[in-house]
């Protein structure tokens, strides 16, 4: 018993003085965290490593860690290494709010790359505006930077790939379209945006389907849109369920043309699709196209090299438009910060007033009112043949 | 009509994966008591590991050979590991310890295999249209496939002496350890099935469904509810429930909103606890959850 007092005595002993080394440690991170110009630069990234959104977040996991890689060999960021904090958010609202809160709170990074896809980018915005933290999501939506203080994105708005799918209706003569849509936050809005840019046209979305991002059976949504029979059908959603709804469309053997989303960017939607995709059209960012640009293309350097880079760091690995979007997401926070340092308002100014920035995803532009900086040139029109994308409307 | 039909197919391939599922929750579930709440990851870790193999470059046949093997070795480890050690076995102990089971299979699906969803090439591809509803070769096989199981499943129980013997342990336990049936070894045997069942079911599902790591909890849970509308104890009745909740899951999407799919099963879990809690076809009047 006298033995067990001693040492549980000096337990607390230990444990104490612990707790103290634990607390003098954190609040010298604290005064870093606050914009210090020393140690290395802290940045948390917000992913969708695991869950529906895993095409996504790992490819993004592995250029983000590809581009800090890059930036630390040469010196780093102002004179600084950079230090990543990577978070899984399991593809959910609630994870990615936790994780940027940790990061916010426990990690305090000097700013928040993610997340992935656009409903768990929604859910940390708040979070990033309240505590007054830049942020540079990779997902799709415009909700995600309107109106915001200090939430900026790398991936194209859904508004400028529906822009392009409207031109294209308009040159072919489509008057009405049928929508089998995403129900998490990267298919929010998109009837909306259609119905809105196509009314000069006379385009009207006559019938909307929604599949869960990780629904596994599309046949009930074919099957509405082909009674439906618009002119032309658009998909929009992200491998593996926008390739399997690609899959259950030509198994019904439904005629009209159909229309993909940038969400298909990548290998794993041609996988997986396989021949239902041939004849689809889709607006993509151009590292899908990128060996079928013309040597005048001022994206065509960036992309070489990032896809050069990408497939010697992993076994030859092409890399996929998201795996773009977290790249220029590192490249802009790095400009960023080695042009303004740590002080989270400096970076927020000079992030907004970011200008011709060439990118992986497009030449970044960003302005007060529009923290994407992308227009509808940062995609080009694509069809699949023979199971590649291939560039279709004029080339650039 | 037209499309009705077509629900109504789709329906009833994804039915037979349910059915499947909620075969093996019975055949556990009889002999001892014992809810396993792997199965549905046994159906995952099917095709995970079908998949696996025939990227390594084994034939389909050989792959789901291989996918057999090793998800009834994991099924009887579990077996053995887990639920045989426990000395007095309970439903709920049992749920506790095998949602456990289920957590670290899925871990070591998601370190082994990546997050990535994949799916198998089907057995024979194409597809066959009849007065305009459309029917994948696949789905062909699937209920082709479960019917021939769903015979055999019930032919074991019914007519030979060790499915006769499984049943005893069922139904009179301390009766049938008294004329020498071995309650550990009939445990295991439920195991080998539920993992054979599962194993099949995987690659059955695998090319039209496709495989995650984290795919065996819908299929469990819906497997599951297949499996209660028989009381937990009917093989027919699970085979029934299955169908009847992928036809209405589908009818539902069609008709409703597609959004309210992975509700039906829980709706139709709640009616049949309150109305019949021993299950559609429960022999048994009080409830065995």
Same mark, same amino acid.
């Not at chain 1, 509405?224 to 369920?241: E, K």
């Not at chain 1, 899959?247 to 043309?257: D, W």
């Given at each position: 018993?006298?033995?067990?007092?001693r040492?549980?005595?000096?337990?607390?002993?230990l444990?104490?003085?612990?707790?103290v080394?634990?607390?003098?440690?954190?609040?010298s991170t604290?005064?870093a965290?606050?914009?210090?110009?020393?140690?290395?630069?802290?940045m948390?990234?917000v992913?969708?490593?695991?869950?529906?959104?895993a095409?996504?977040?790992v490819?993004e996991?592995?250029s983000?860690?590809?581009?800090?890689?890059?930036?630390?060999?040469?010196?780093?960021?102002?004179g600084r290494?950079?230090?990543l904090?990577?978070?899984d958010?399991?593809?959910?609202?609630?994870?990615?709010?936790?994780?940027?809160? /940790?990061?916010?709170s426990?990690?305090?990074?000097?700013?928040?790359?993610g997340?992935?896809?656009?409903g768990p980018?929604?859910?940390m915005r708040?979070?990033?505006?309240?505590? /007054?933290?830049?942020m540079i999501?990779?997902?799709?939506s415009?909700?995600?930077?309107?109106?915001?203080?200090?939430?900026?994105?790398?991936?194209?708005?859904?508004?400028?790939?529906?822009?392009?799918?409207?031109?294209?209706?308009?040159?072919?003569?489509? /008057?009405?379209?049928?929508?089998?849509?995403?129900?998490?936050?990267?298919?929010e809005g998109?009837?909306?945006?259609?119905t809105?840019?196509?009314?000069s046209g006379?385009?009207?979305v006559?019938?909307?389907?929604?599949?869960?991002?990780?629904?596994?059976?599309?046949?009930?949504?074919?099957?509405?849109?082909r009674?439906?029979?618009a002119? @032309?059908?658009?998909?929009?959603g992200?491998?593996?369920?926008?390739?399997?709804?690609?899959?259950?469309?030509r198994?019904?053997?439904?005629?009209?043309?159909v229309l993909?989303?940038?969400g298909?960017?990548?290998q794993?939607?041609?996988?997986?699709?396989g021949?239902?995709?041939?004849?689809?059209?889709?607006?993509?960012?151009?590292?899908?196209?990128?060996?079928?640009l013309?040597?005048?293309n001022?994206?065509k350097k960036?992309l070489?090299?990032?896809?050069?880079?990408?497939?010697?760091?992993?076994?030859?690995?092409q890399?996929?438009?998201f795996?773009?979007?977290g790249?220029d @997401?590192?490249?802009? @926070?790095?400009?960023a910060?080695?042009?303004?340092?740590t002080n989270?308002?400096?970076?927020r100014?000079?992030?907004?007033?970011?200008k011709n920035?060439?990118?992986?995803s497009?030449v970044?532009?960003?302005?007060p009112q529009?923290?994407?900086?992308?227009?509808?040139?940062?995609v080009?029109m694509t069809?699949?043949?023979?199971g590649?994308?291939?560039?279709?409307s004029?080339?650039? | 009509m037209?499309?009705?039909?077509?629900?109504?197919v789709?329906g009833?391939?994804?039915?037979a994966?349910?059915?499947?599922?909620?075969?093996?929750?019975?055949?556990?579930?009889?002999v001892?008591?014992?809810?396993?709440?792997?199965q549905?990851?046994?159906v995952?870790?099917?095709?995970?590991?079908a998949?696996?193999?025939?990227?390594?470059?084994?034939?389909?046949l050989?792959?789901?050979?291989?996918?057999v093997?090793?998800?009834?070795?994991?099924a009887v480890?579990? =077996?053995?590991l887990?639920?045989?050690?426990?000395?007095?076995m309970?439903t709920l102990? !049992?749920?506790?310890l095998?949602l456990?089971v289920?957590?670290?299979l899925?871990?070591a699906?998601?370190?082994?295999?990546?997050p990535? !969803?994949?799916?198998?090439?089907?057995?024979t591809?194409g597809?066959?249209?009849?007065?305009?509803?459309?029917?994948?070769?696949?789905?062909l096989w699937i209920l082709?496939i479960?019917?021939?199981?769903s015979?055999?499943?019930?032919?074991f129980?019914d007519?030979t002496?060790?499915?006769k013997?499984?049943r005893?342990?069922a139904?009179?336990?301390?009766?049938?350890?008294?004329?020498?049936? !071995?309650?550990?070894?009939a445990?295991?045997?439920s195991?080998t099935?539920?993992?054979l069942?599962?194993?099949?079911a995987?690659?059955l599902? !695998?090319p039209?469904?496709?495989?995650?790591?984290?795919?065996?909890?819908?299929?469990g849970?819906?497997?599951?509810?297949?499996?209660?509308?028989?009381?937990?104890?009917s093989?027919?009745?699970?085979?029934?429930?299955?169908?009847?909740?992928?036809?209405? =899951?589908?009818?539902l999407?069609?008709?409703?909103?597609?959004?309210?799919?992975?509700?039906?099963?829980?709706?139709?879990?709640i009616v049949v606890?309150?109305?019949?809690?021993?299950g559609?076809?429960?022999?048994h009047?009080?409830?065995?959850?």
């Amino acid at each position: 018993m006298k033995l067990r007092t001693r040492w549980s005595g000096l337990a607390t002993a230990l444990a104490l003085s612990v707790l103290v080394a634990g607390c003098s440690e954190s609040k010298s991170t604290n005064n870093a965290g606050g914009g210090a110009s020393t140690g290395p630069v802290k940045m948390g990234a917000v992913l969708d490593i695991t869950g529906a959104g895993a095409s996504l977040g790992v490819t993004e996991r592995k250029s983000i860690e590809l581009a800090v890689k890059q930036l630390n060999e040469k010196g780093g960021v102002g004179g600084r290494q950079l230090q990543l904090i990577t978070e899984d958010n399991q593809s959910t609202e609630d994870g990615a709010a936790k994780a940027i809160n /940790k990061l916010v709170s426990q990690d305090q990074v000097d700013i928040v790359l993610g997340a992935s896809r656009t409903g768990p980018s929604l859910a940390m915005r708040p979070i990033a505006e309240s505590s /007054k933290m830049p942020m540079i999501s990779l997902a799709a939506s415009k909700a995600i930077i309107d109106g915001s203080q200090w939430v900026f994105k790398t991936a194209q708005n859904d508004a400028v790939v529906i822009a392009q799918m409207i031109d294209l209706a308009k040159q072919r003569g489509w /008057k009405t379209i049928g929508l089998a849509r995403d129900a998490s936050g990267f298919g929010e809005g998109v009837a909306e945006g259609m119905t809105d840019q196509g009314k000069s046209g006379g385009i009207s979305v006559i019938r909307i389907e929604k599949f869960a991002p990780d629904a596994t059976d599309f046949t009930a949504q074919m099957v509405n849109l082909r009674s439906a029979n618009a002119d @032309a059908n658009v998909i929009w959603g992200i491998p593996p369920a926008a390739a399997l709804a690609q899959r259950a469309y030509r198994q019904l053997g439904i005629a009209s043309p159909v229309l993909q989303s940038h969400g298909i960017g990548n290998q794993a939607f041609l996988d997986t699709a396989g021949a239902s995709a041939d004849g689809l059209l889709a607006p993509l960012g151009r590292i899908n196209v990128a060996d079928q640009l013309p040597a005048d293309n001022p994206q065509k350097k960036v992309l070489t090299d990032f896809i050069d880079n990408y497939r010697k760091a992993y076994g030859g690995e092409q890399p996929s438009a998201f795996a773009g979007y977290g790249y220029d @997401a590192v490249n802009l @926070a790095a400009e960023a910060i080695g042009k303004a340092g740590t002080n989270k308002q400096a970076v927020r100014d000079y992030l907004e007033g970011v200008k011709n920035h060439v990118g992986v995803s497009g030449v970044f532009t960003m302005s007060p009112q529009d923290h994407s900086g992308l227009t509808k040139d940062a995609v080009v029109m694509t069809t699949v043949a023979n199971g590649k994308f291939t560039l279709m409307s004029k080339p650039g | 009509m037209t499309d009705f039909l077509q629900l109504v197919v789709a329906g009833l391939s994804q039915g037979a994966v349910y059915a499947l599922v909620a075969i093996g929750f019975v055949a556990i579930f009889t002999v001892g008591g014992v809810i396993n709440l792997a199965q549905g990851e046994f159906v995952a870790l099917g095709g995970l590991v079908a998949i696996w193999a025939v990227g390594s470059g084994l034939p389909m046949l050989a792959a789901a050979a291989v996918a057999v093997v090793i998800v009834v070795g994991v099924a009887v480890g579990v =077996e053995r590991l887990v639920v045989r050690p426990v000395r007095s076995m309970t439903t709920l102990t !049992s749920i506790i310890l095998t949602l456990g089971v289920s957590t670290a299979l899925k871990a070591a699906m998601l370190l082994i295999w990546g997050p990535d !969803s994949k799916g198998l090439a089907p057995i024979t591809g194409g597809q066959y249209t009849v007065a305009g509803v459309t029917v994948r070769g696949q789905e062909l096989w699937i209920l082709a496939i479960v019917a021939v199981a769903s015979v055999a499943v019930y032919w074991f129980y019914d007519r030979t002496v060790t499915g006769k013997a499984l049943r005893a342990c069922a139904e009179q336990p301390v009766a049938a350890r008294l004329v020498g049936i !071995s309650p550990g070894a009939a445990s295991m045997l439920s195991f080998t099935l539920a993992g054979l069942l599962g194993a099949i079911a995987g690659v059955l599902a !695998s090319p039209l469904y496709f495989t995650s790591w984290d795919s065996g909890l819908v299929l469990g849970l819906k497997g599951f509810v297949a499996a209660t509308l028989g009381g937990l104890v009917s093989v027919p009745g699970a085979i029934f429930g299955g169908l009847l909740l992928g036809v209405l =899951e589908n009818l539902l999407a069609g008709y409703g909103d597609s959004g309210l799919r992975d509700a039906v099963a829980f709706v139709v879990l709640i009616v049949v606890l309150i109305v019949r809690p021993g299950g559609v076809f429960g022999r048994h009047a009080e409830a065995r959850v």
